[in-house]
């Protein structure tokens, strides 16, 4: 697979075009209060305890990415590191905590909703979105629209 095939299948340049909202069902009116407040409690607990979640997941995002593998849909994996140093640079992420998003030469905003990245193309207005999982060291993502593919960073010293 090319350097350019796997730019095209990760860049800002997706063609999702809005973000759907999810709705929580509404409860029951035959419920008890008491059962509605323990209820309401755990719901309270859970999102504060996934919205820390988020958040330590959010801040290991920040900063530069170098690649190191791709996974194609069919399950081929391509060593990226064996690429001309230019190539490379064109796959490299960099995100910022002002909600700024590099991909190679392409830049963009971003935000983030759980594990979802939606990048944003200012020229076109075209949102992307991508599943990740962050650590430390690494940053996997695969582009929802493309139906797989992961892209595996890891961490640039620089």
Not at 64 to 80: A, H, I, K, S
Request: aromatic fraction near 6%.
């Amino acid at each position: 697979m090319s350097a350019l095939a796997i730019v095209g299948s990760i860049a800002l340049v997706g063609c999702r075009s809005s973000m759907s909202d999810t709705q929580k069902p509404s409860s029951s009116t035959s419920e008890s209060s008491l059962s509605a407040e323990k209820t309401s409690a755990l719901e309270d607990t859970a999102t504060a305890r996934s919205q820390a979640t988020d958040n330590a997941s959010q801040n290991l995002l920040y900063g530069r990415w170098e690649v190191l593998t791709f996974v194609t849909p069919e399950g081929e994996q391509v060593d990226l590191t064996e690429l001309p140093a230019r190539q490379r640079a064109d796959l490299a992420w960099e995100l910022t905590e002002d909600g700024r998003i590099r991909i190679g030469d392409l830049e963009g905003t971003f935000q983030v909703e759980g594990n979802t990245i939606y990048a944003t193309n200012p020229e076109s207005g075209n949102i992307t979105a991508f599943e990740f999982t962050v650590s430390e060291t690494e940053l996997s993502i695969v582009r929802i629209d493309e139906g797989g593919g992961m892209l595996t960073l890891v961490r640039s010293d620089s």
